[in-house]
Structure formats: structure tokens, C-alpha cells
């Protein structure tokens, strides 16, 4: 009996002391949690997320916000965000994660990089005034296959951002590469780059004019019957003309993009290009009577570049390239004729075709 009870006493100090080990045990590691480093950088629904602000240091702010109908726009304006890069941002935020913890002797000189250069990143929810993150961006790891962050997480229960005391090395995979060139507050990379993007119902008119042949001139109009019509420079009916070649040519008005915003011209070049006339104008109103018109300029290549063939030619522009403004801005774009080429077609490629009878000699 007494052997009995020695046995039940050894294994109450055993199971009371295993109790008070693992008690000290948690007790420990949530003083260490608490030195620890936060390190949930990813948004598991970015569809929640209905802002973005990104702040580049010594070069300014910008804000994207989502509408109702899911486009994003920049700066609480009208300007439309460009969707590739939104998407970018959204995915980076889906699938981010720790790539390595930075080590100790090197997290104090990390941390003074990042107040020094960094990049920040703020991230709203639907119906939140407050970030639910915000990512300090800093440099790309020596062989540039990761990130420093930082992280600030909005802590509910105490109403407030709390800061991670480290940071970490972040990578998206599939990425070779750094994070940071994903992030940039320059406003005239975010702005969607779309001029013409309309399916054949929502156009009411096509007008194309040209500077060298205004004989080629024309308007199509599109009738809430499908048909087609067709008008010349003067604005008088043609009575005859290729109906399929039109529809296939307003089909063309689907997708058409600038490149970029020309940035190597001064303020006083711009205004010797828009005062002037321009090579071609393309102009669509839609069926709700909005008007979308883009004036273009072939681009006169410096002289040294002109070949003597070319000058006999009479092309001493860039074939490849024209600017552009859009609506009347003083911003110009240039844009690609390998896609915009499909626009310019004159008169005569929309009337009857006449058939050549080839006769040998």
C-alpha cells in the first residue's frame, strides 16, 4: 500500500511539475513574441482593398482608389489608374512573403538604411480611414532575389499602427528580382495609357482627317441597327461603298494605346508641335455623345540621322513613332504605328474595289 502511494505521489510531481514547466515555457515565449518581428506582410483578399497610397521619399505621393465599378483612379480625379499596374500591386500584396530573416548584426545598419530610403506603402480595406498595412520598401538584397521591408500592422485592440522592431527579407515567388521598382508614386506612369477602346455599338461617329490628302477624308456613322454610313471630307453621303470594309475598319477602335509621355521636349517645343497642324485627327463620339480626339504629328528625325535616299523621298520623319495629344492636352504621347496604322486608312480603302483586267504584251 505504501509502495501504491509513493507511485500516485511521484507522478502528481510529475504531471504538477510538467504543468509549471510548460506554464513557464508560454509565459517565455510570449516575452520573446513580444521582441519578436511581424512578419504578415500578405493580404489574403485584396479584394477588400479599395486605396493605396505610395510615398516615395524626395519624390511625392500618390493615391490610387477604387470605384464602384472596380477601376481604379488616381488622386481622387477622373484620371484612370493603368490596370497592369494595379494588378501588379494586388498580386505583390497576394503573394508576398518572409524570403529570410535578416541577421542580428546586420538588422540595426538595415533598419537606419530603411528611415534613410525607403519607399511606403499604405493599404486600405473597404470601409476602414485607417491603413491595415503599410510596407517600408528599402533596397534589393546584394544578389537582388529579395527585398528589406519593414512592416507596420493596425493593431484593433489598441486602436493604433504597431511597427515590427525588424525588419526581413521579402520576395514574391516566380520574381527574380527586387520589389521596390514595383512601387513609384511618378503620376504620368500610373494614368491609363487607353485612347480608343470601344466595342462597334457604343461609337455614333468616326472622323478621320488627313493633312496631305484631305480628298481622303471621311466619316462613318454607326446606326443603332447595326448599318453603317458613310460620308466624305465635305461631309456629303457617298451613296456607294464597301459596308463590310467599314464595320471592319470601326472594329479597329478596340485597344488602341499611346506609348508614353513625351519627356524630352521643353515647354516651348511642345507648343511649336501643338500650334501646328496636325497630320492626322481622329475623333469618336460615342453614343452618349462623349467625344474622344486624338491630333497627330509625325516626328521629324534630326538631320544627321536622314539618309540621302530618305530626303529624296521626301520621308525624313520617324516611321516607327508620332506624337500625339489627346483631347487637346498640351501633355503629349507618342504613339506606335505598328498598332495605330490600322487607323489611318484614307477614303478610297472603304469604296467598291475595281477589279484590274491584267492583259500580257
Known amino acids: 500500500m505504501k509502495k501504491n502511494t509513493t507511485y500516485i505521489l511521484l507522478t502528481l510531481v510529475i504531471i504538477v511539475g510538467g504543468y509549471f514547466a510548460y506554464t513557464l515555457y508560454q509565459e517565455d515565449a510570449q516575452l520573446g513574441m513580444s521582441n519578436a518581428g ?66 542580428d548584426s546586420a538588422v540595426k545598419t538595415i533598419l537606419t538604411n530603411l528611415q534613410v530610403r525607403h519607399k511606403k506603402v499604405e493599404f486600405f480595406l473597404k470601409g476602414e480611414d485607417h491603413p491595415t498595412k503599410v510596407w517600408f520598401i528599402g533596397t534589393g538584397t546584394q544578389d537582388h532575389l529579395g527585398t528589406y521591408m519593414l512592416l507596420e500592422n493596425w493593431d ?37 495609357p487607353g485612347v480608343f477602346n470601344y466595342a462597334i455599338n457604343q461609337i455614333k461617329t468616326i472622323t478621320v482627317k488627313f493633312k496631305a490628302d484631305p480628298k481622303q477624308n471621311y466619316e462613318v456613322t454607326i446606326f443603332e441597327n447595326g448599318k453603317v454610313g458613310l460620308k466624305d471630307g465635305d461631309l456629303t453621303p457617298v451613296s456607294v461603298f464597301d459596308s463590310n470594309a467599314v464595320k471592319h475598319y470601326v472594329s479597329h477602335y478596340k485597344a488602341i ?105
Not at 504578415?40 to 497610397?53: G, Q, V, Y
Not at 484620371?79 to 500591386?89: G, S
Request: with cysteine; hydrophobic share 35%.
Open 156 to 192: 484593433y485592440a489598441a486602436n493604433k499602427l504597431v511597427r515590427s522592431p525588424l525588419p526581413y527579407i521579402m520576395e514574391k515567388p516566380g520574381l527574380r528580382g527586387t520589389l521596390d521598382t514595383r512601387f513609384f508614386a511618378d503620376e504620368l506612369l500610373w494614368e491609363y
Open 38 to 103: 511581424i512578419s504578415n506582410f500578405n493580404i489574403k483578399d485584396t479584394s477588400l482593398i479599395n486605396k493605396m497610397i505610395i510615398t516615395e521619399k524626395d519624390k511625392g505621393t500618390i493615391t490610387l482608389n477604387r470605384s464602384n465599378t472596380n477601376w481604379w483612379y488616381i488622386n481622387d480625379s477622373k484620371v484612370k489608374a493603368q490596370p497592369f499596374n494595379i494588378n501588379t500591386l494586388l498580386e505583390t500584396a497576394y503573394q508576398i512573403h518572409v524570403k529570410q530573416d535578416v541577421g
Open 257 to 361: 494605346f499611346y506609348e508614353k509621355y513625351v519627356r524630352d521636349l521643353n515647354e516651348q517645343q511642345i507648343d511649336s508641335v501643338v500650334s501646328s497642324t496636325p497630320d492626322y485627327i481622329l475623333t469618336v463620339t460615342d453614343i452618349n455623345g462623349k467625344v474622344q480626339e486624338a491630333l497627330l504629328w509625325n516626328i521629324l528625325k534630326p538631320k544627321e540621322e536622314v539618309t540621302d535616299i530618305e530626303l529624296d523621298l521626301g520621308t525624313t520623319f520617324d516611321t516607327n513613332r508620332a506624337y500625339c495629344s489627346i483631347n487637346g492636352s498640351k501633355k503629349l504621347v507618342t504613339v506606335q504605328f505598328y498598332s495605330w496604322d490600322v487607323l489611318f486608312k484614307p477614303l478610297k480603302y472603304l469604296l467598291p474595289k475595281t477589279n484590274v483586267k491584267f492583259s500580257e504584251k
